[in-house]
């Protein structure tokens, strides 16, 4: 008779997120709760973008956000089911949105131990186009004795307890890793709305002739960063040129890029001087992925993305992002 393979080693991420509380003694669940918020909002915001055209949420909401850019309305339910996902958790201390000028404080969350930054649908200018967008967060931990400042998220991204991404593409894939731990990938199954480990341990390959930035840039672009694209489009020693692949949404770019590797980059140019894309909620949590999948995360001045310590909260930051090797390659063009 036919055998139906079933593969009964189903991990959801509901059950991975109590496999890793079990592992800490000391651990009181506050972290799994906020996790679980987490995932409720990656949830909520996937069914709100399948629905985006249909029901016509992609139109310009009319106010702009904390960085001027023009907000559409699924960004601003995006946000506001993130923050009030965050607030019904009880565990959220205080809260960084790319939406919102100020940091949010839940001050009637006592004991709350954590400050989350997030990025609640990066990439939106592309929504109406069908292009992937997504959630970026990270997840730091109050210093002890602290309830709740500023300071407490003004922090190197190298101290960072969780950080992910959630991208909404055919299916809402979250890609999420701990402090020192391993990179691992859930998809959601919307038939039972659970997100089920697909990618365990994902390691971005070493190297890979696959670069992606906004060459409509280059007129701005410093001379060592034209220098490095040039090598790799017009290689000297031998080989192929290597192939561009730039979608304009960071999350499907990182996305490709640890799956496939390469090189993925937002150079700060004289446009842009201090970069485009946000340390706390694009670069931080982009490079604790990367660097804990075996690739590396380095801003312009070749500095390790992940001791990068913003003074504000909406701070910016050039970034080259991708496999070890590529890295290196970006380094020797800046010494
Ligand atoms: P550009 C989207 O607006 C975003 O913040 C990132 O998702 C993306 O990588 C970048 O900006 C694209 O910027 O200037 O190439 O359109």
New binding site residues.
Partial sequence: SESTSVNTNIVTLTRFLTEEQVKHKEATGDFTLLCHALQFSFKAISYYIRRATLVNLTGLAGQSNATG?DQKKLDVIGNDLFISAMRSSGKCALLVSEEEEEIIYFKDHTGARYAVAC?PI?????LDAGVS??TIFGIHKLADGSTGTKEDILRPGSELLAAGFTMYGASAQLVVTMKGGTVNGFTLDNSFGEFILTHPDMRIPKKRAIYSV?E??SLYWEENTKAYFNSLKYPQESGKPYSAR?????????YRTLLYGGI?A?PADKKSPKG???ILY?CAPMAMVFENAGGQAVNDRMQRMLEIVPESIHDRSGIYLGSYDEVEKVKSFHK
């Fill in positions: 850019d990025d990066d990439g939106s200018s592309n967008v997504g906004n409509g840039n730039y979608i304009g949404s960071m999350v499907a770019d990182a993925f937002y485009k894309l946000r694009e």
